[in-house]
């Protein structure tokens, strides 16, 4: 009777430990950061209009649109994003100071995909004007508060 008792206390803890596990892999939710230089995205966009055999009058005026200091992806595994529970979450980006040069609050369901497969953005975030440090700080809050992801951003 002793063993039946201890093997049911072993499959209970068993039962208890996955559903943790479940629950755990559940309430993950890894952000990414990718930087793109302005010159990379200078590049990009003639080669795309090129390609599209564009005046060079429109390819420049389109290079003059491209903001000084490139831009910045909050990204996320597409497979985390569930429709049904979205997720409030706070993006900041700090050049060097104590104040953000931009902050938006937003629901991860609003991300669209990316040009990766199974990534999509989270946020993209135009840098109008070139950075001052040689590192960005990138910042993700829960709406809660309670979880802070910080990723710092070489630019140089």
Do not use: C
Request: no cysteine; hydrophobic share 45%.
């Amino acid at each position: 009777m002793g063993g039946m008792r201890f093997f049911s206390r072993a499959v209970w803890a068993l039962f208890l430990a996955l559903a943790a596990n479940a629950f755990a892999e559940d309430a993950t939710f890894n952000v990414m950061v990718e930087y793109e230089t302005p010159d990379l995205v200078r590049k990009n966009v003639r080669l795309a209009m090129e390609a599209a055999f564009a005046p060079e009058e429109e390819i420049l005026d389109s290079l003059n649109h491209v903001p000084k200091g490139g831009f910045v992806y909050f990204q996320a595994k597409t497979s985390q994003i569930k429709k049904g529970s979205p997720r409030k979450l706070t993006y900041a980006l700090y050049d060097g100071g104590k104040n953000p040069i931009f902050r938006k609050t937003a629901y991860d369901t609003e991300a669209v995909p990316s040009e990766y497969s199974g990534l999509s953005n989270l946020l993209v975030i135009p840098v109008y004007r070139e950075p001052k440090s040689d590192v960005m700080l990138a910042r993700v809050v829960t709406s809660d508060g309670m979880e802070t992801l910080d990723i710092d951003i070489p630019v140089r």
